[in-house]
């Protein structure tokens, strides 16, 4: 059981390690787009905080104490003490604040100020766990800022001296009634008593300060205090990184696209045996040179060795390439792993079963005539061999010594029936003799959202399943791959097209060792798209 949580908690921490890891990759591809809004914030707030008008302040200070004047009268307080400094200090603060004080606050200050207005100019604070309270007024210039703080300042002192007075008032009040009534009662000695404690509540509510005082007068600022641009552009720049980068986890929380290679395995549970770089020479298929030392074809060259030595004890000769939707790249990764097997002296055929949407003999410029296409072969029209054109790999160098070519079958015409078509006895004697004939037979299959390629999964000796990270929904890529298994399907690997610009896999966390960090200097619009995306670009404008 011991072995059991240990597991559970080496996987969960795996989880969460994979978690940040993608977490700091989305924040990477990202970052441009995240700088860009930090600095559009920073520019926003500055350039807001310029055009505002200068703002003063002035502060003054008020004391709470208790000048123990009844305890001197009296030998005891007549005000019952508060003992919790901190329950004080918070009443102290709310009493400064009320509208009554706001409201004798505008009438010391004249007609020119309202109660609210006054209200909104002020700010009551306590200066920590002191008995001081700070008073501060925010205005236009520094005099009217002054003045209203000493006014609000001084409005409250009164306030608190009337209220303290008319409540000895009313005890004077109550001490003189019973005075009376004792005198009625012919109790002169002791009515003579409550008059001399009438005379002192007299000197007492006389000599009340409503236990505040103004202990600082506020004075004119000599500058102000507000805007500060450049303190404000920095907080605006700061508020929209965070902004920027709060949005970009949460849409990629949100958003169930694969980007990382652990996304890929921990969603799948499929290994990843190849990872296709954006390379903007992957794009025209007749234009990449075949020389070794083209570092575009070193992910398809390990590929293809990885596919090569997968099972030694079963040689993989025929080869199904599948994508879980169009634009997931599976076309480029069909044509670029059969022409670097074909570059490297093998006898290759590449087979486009992909009869809905043909796009390689538009990519590779065939001429239409040059071959009937795949649906007249399985259609009976014309002979295997007749369908094949040869298509030459130009090796570049000084090291050429002959000339390479891969064998080609386009699709030809897109037919009423594909699925019929893939599923007849032609199509399986064609994948047997094609077998017999060559040392490699790739197909270019349709993608898993269609179910023409079922027929072929047992013709086959191998599937691989082409995704591309930024672009496929991890939803549609589980749905392939249960597609495949409960089709029986010899699923070998996924190959993740699209690795950003400038990460190698060691930039996903990964040491497969491919070691060719590529990093293209400048990309076009075009050559960032999914190469079947550009394949069906190329058949609408055709």
Not at 197 to 226: D, H, I, K, R
Request: with cysteine; aromatic share 6%.
């Amino acid at each position: 059981m011991s072995d059991n949580i240990a597991a559970t908690d080496s996987k969960e921490r795996r989880r969460r390690s994979a978690e940040v890891r993608s977490a700091v990759l989305v924040l990477r591809l990202r970052f441009r787009l995240i700088l860009i809004a930090g600095l559009a914030c920073g520019v926003a707030a500055f350039a807001y905080s310029v055009v505002q008008p200068d703002q003063y302040s002035a502060q003054a200070e008020l004391l709470f104490r208790d000048p123990g004047f009844d305890q001197k009268l009296f030998g005891s307080s007549v005000f019952q003490p508060n003992n919790d400094p901190t329950r004080e200090a918070a009443t102290n603060v709310r009493l400064v604040s009320l509208a009554t004080v706001s409201d004798d606050a505008a009438k010391l200050l004249g007609s020119d100020y309202t109660s609210g207005e006054v209200m909104g100019m002020v700010t009551v604070s306590a200066s920590g766990q002191s008995d001081v309270v700070n008073i501060q007024a925010v205005a236009g210039d520094p005099r009217t800022a002054s003045k209203v703080a000493n006014a609000f300042a001084t409005s409250y002192v009164g306030f608190r001296r009337k209220a303290d007075q008319a409540k000895i008032l009313n005890a004077k009040t109550q001490v003189s009634a019973q005075a009376a009534v004792l005198r009625a009662q012919g109790q002169f000695a002791e009515a003579g008593s409550l008059d001399n404690q009438v005379q002192s509540l007299s000197v007492l509510s006389a000599l009340q300060t409503g236990n505040a005082e103004v202990v600082q007068a506020a004075s004119p600022p000599s500058a102000p205090f507000a805007p500060t641009p450049v303190k404000t552009g920095i907080l605006g720049f700061i508020l929209g990184l965070l902004l920027a980068a709060g949005a970009v986890l949460l849409h990629s929380r949100l958003d169930s696209r694969f980007r990382t290679f652990e996304d890929v395995e921990e969603s799948l549970g499929v290994p990843i045996i190849g990872a296709i770089p954006l390379a903007p020479g992957l794009a025209d298929l007749n234009r990449t040179n075949w020389s070794s030392k083209n570092a575009d074809l070193e992910s398809f060259r390990l590929l293809r060795a990885r596919i090569r030595y997968f099972n030694v004890d079963r040689e993989i000769k025929t080869l199904m390439i599948t994508s879980p939707s169009p634009g997931d790249g599976k076309s480029t990764t069909a044509w670029y792993l059969a022409a670097t097997s074909a570059a490297a002296g093998q006898k290759v055929l590449l087979i486009e079963c992909d009869l809905r949407r043909p796009t390689l003999g538009l990519r590779l410029n065939l001429d239409p005539a040059a071959s009937a296409g795949m649906v007249a072969v399985l259609s009976n029209a014309c002979d295997f061999n007749d369908a094949i054109i040869s298509v030459p790999l130009s090796e570049s160098g000084p090291s050429r010594d002959q000339e390479r070519e891969i064998d080609v079958i386009p699709a030809g015409a897109i037919p009423p029936n594909p699925g019929e078509m893939l599923e007849s006895q032609v199509m399986r004697d064609i994948l047997a003799r094609a077998k017999d004939e060559y040392d490699l037979v790739v197909l270019d299959a349709p993608p898993t959202v269609v179910s023409d390629l079922i027929p072929v999964i047992d013709s086959v000796d191998g599937v691989v399943l082409v995704l591309r990270l930024e672009a496929t929904k991890a939803e549609l890529a589980d749905r392939s791959v249960e597609y495949l298994r409960k089709a029986e399907a010899r699923l070998l690997g996924v190959v993740a097209c699209g690795l950003p610009q400038g990460l190698g896999t060691d930039g996903y966390g990964y040491g497969y060792g491919y070691g060719y960090g590529y990093a293209p200097s400048e990309t076009s619009e075009k050559d960032s798209k999914p190469s079947d995306e550009i394949d069906s670009e190329s058949v609408k404008s055709a």
